[in-house]
T-cell receptor, first 119, second 113 residues
Framework: AQKVTQAQTEISVVEKEDVTLDCVYE???????LFWYKQPPSGELVFLIR??????QNEISGRYSWNFQKSTSSFNFTITASQVVDSAVYFC????????????????FGQGTILTVHP | DAEITQSPRHKITETGRQVTLACHQT?????MFWYRQDLGHGLRLIHY???????NKGEVSDGYSVSRSNTEDLPLTLESAASSQTSVYFC????????????FGPGTRLTVL
């Protein structure tokens, strides 16, 4: 079975601070996919990023960056110079990629981290 | 623009009633999914479909059913609503591969009294 752990239930920062959201995963599949989704106060789930298990390059998109380390089974998300609009619940998710496995193609979500950015 | 919609957005019903939540996508995606979101549990998979006439049970399927008669729609039916099914329900869809990225609808908040 696969598992995603987001140990930080809630994080509170002041605007312009950098913040890192942790994500640790467990899977027996040799191929897998990792995702981050954002859920703002309005409630919808917004896709942010997808990484493949065979691509450990870090990714940067504006103020957002992601650090994928297979050695520690982690896929952490950093927001640089946080803004009030970043306040949301952030979910890390894992999809198994080995065809034929029981978890193939199914998303397993972490519990989510509530990020509050104060002005 | 292609999109995924859910209706109704809010629903209040009584215990024992049958309820159907609609999900419609215009991306021509092959795969569709239903999740429920509850405090302390994150999102959990209820049912999913990898194509027309294909349906599969997820992690928390008891009390729910789905049918897939066309590409665009995957309605979720609660056969006899229970208070434990009070939740926010999200529909998602993804392309042709089972590992394609899933895109989510806006959600339906269901209250069972």
């Amino acid at each position: 079975a696969q598992k995603v752990t987001q140990a930080q239930t809630e994080i509170s920062v002041v605007e312009k601070e950098d913040v890192t959201l942790d994500c640790v995963y467990e899977t027996r599949d040799t191929t897998y996919y990792l995702f981050w989704y954002k859920q703002p106060p309005s409630g919808e789930l917004v896709f942010l990023i997808r990484r493949n298990s065979f691509d450990e390059q870090n990714e940067i998109s504006g103020r957002y960056s992601w650090n994928f380390q297979k050695s520690t089974s982690s896929f952490n998300f950093t927001i640089t110079a946080s803004q009030v609009v970043d306040s949301a619940v952030y979910f890390c998710a894992l999809s198994a990629g080995n065809a034929g496995g029981t978890s193939y193609g199914k998303l397993t979500f972490g519990q989510g981290t509530i990020l509050t950015v104060h002005p | 623009d292609a999109e995924i919609t859910q209706s109704p957005r809010h629903k209040i019903t009584e215990t024992g009633r049958q309820v159907t939540l609609a999900c419609h996508q215009t991306w021509n995606h092959n795969n569709m999914f239903w999740y429920r979101q509850d405090l302390g549990h994150g999102l959990r998979l209820i049912h999913y479909s990898y194509g027309v006439q294909d349906t599969n049970k997820g992690e928390v399927s008891d009390g729910y059913s789905v049918s897939r008669s066309n590409t665009e729609d995957l309605p979720l039916t609660l056969e006899s609503a229970a208070s434990s099914q009070t939740s926010v329900y999200f529909c998602a869809s993804s392309g042709w591969s089972r590992t394609d990225t899933q895109y989510f609808g806006p959600g339906t908040r269901l209250t069972v009294l």
